[in-house]
């Protein structure tokens, strides 16, 4: 299953897109389902996780059928290939403007949370430096330290879960209604949004091998990035209460800063940002990877490593040029990125299934 | 501005010898072609850094910012 040289096993992909879904997960989740479905929020992940279940099946149908083979290559035989060029090189643009928008994010969490004052470059230049390096090496690298971060992350987040319970109240989670089934819905587009990674790393990555095992492995990750999800929403309400949380840019940070272990361990927020930075460094690394890797397969070449440099070059002006403000950043995820995370990660994959269908090519 | 166009230029230089060595000719276009990208960028965000940001173009554009 295996493939030492430069391909990863879906289990070790899986991996690193927990590691990458704990940061958004930690960050967005609560503020944004908080707003919408209030007590309800923590609801959510599972409506969420009802939807993705069709995408996993999706996934699973391609999977059988085309083996390892990357997404554009599906493409060309499912559509035209002109049409499937049209496609990736969207992506391409969508995924640039993602990166660029979590060095953002990266940055200004740190800014708003441990360091205010400093110049977010000193953030922004060692990060995308680290991550080109890692870049140019290959994905097996990475997908070996994301077999270190995440069981260390799983353990931080644990404890920090099981300390802040005793503070969670039951009455900021209720009273919930079928009145509350809308907003729920509709607030689980946020938690889509995120999970959609999961399909698109898997369609798009021809760095992944033994895709045929999909199924239970991805069923395994979805369980996960649930209990994350759900947890994260479910101890910032439960603790702060929804009226707080949809006002507070950092929730979850908000909670553990309340945090104090037998009223003698104090300020163990500093972890909570280290585990981000982490989970930050994955992703912006293995999205580094997965736009040269749709480059490699667009203009067919034999080593799309040596543009890992430049193409960083180019992520971080945007990273600059994006937002002025933490506001534009907030705003431009919340009416944006989430519709667009969605449109990429779940409904483009989801038409791409339905037309190989009709033309009996699935 | 002059330390970005030399820092494109000693990066494009780094890049490009190895891959002219191993003949990868559509790698070297398509860096090329990035390294462009990058220096407009940077042009543009360093002739300016507080004008508009592309978050602001979006969200005016659908009335979300006065």
Redesign the interface.
Known sequence: MRNSQDKITIRQSMFVLTTIVFSPSVRFFPNYTARIAKQASWLAPFVAALIMLPMLFISVSIAKKYKDASFITVMDDICTKAVSRVITFLYILWLTLILALYVRYYAERLLTTILPNVDMLVFIIPMLILSAVVARKNAVVLARMSEIILPVITVFFVLCVIGVLPEVKIKNLTPISYLDALPVLYSSLGIIAIWSYMPFIFHFSSIISGKESIKKIGLQTLIAILFISFFSIATAVGVLGDSIIRLIPIPFFAVIKQLSLFDSIERIEAFIVSVWLLSDFVLITFFTIIALDI?KNM??????K??A???T??VF??S?????SEF??K??SD??IVYLNIAFGVIIPALIFIVGKVRKKL | MAVLAALITALGFLEIIPLDKKEYKREIVLFIFLAAIALSLGLFYLKDPFRTSIAGHILKLIGKEE
């Open positions: 480059m203009f067919k070449l034999t080593d799309p040596p543009l440099g430049i193409y070059v180019i002006f945007i600059l040029y994006l937002v002025r534009e950043l705003e431009l009416t944006v």
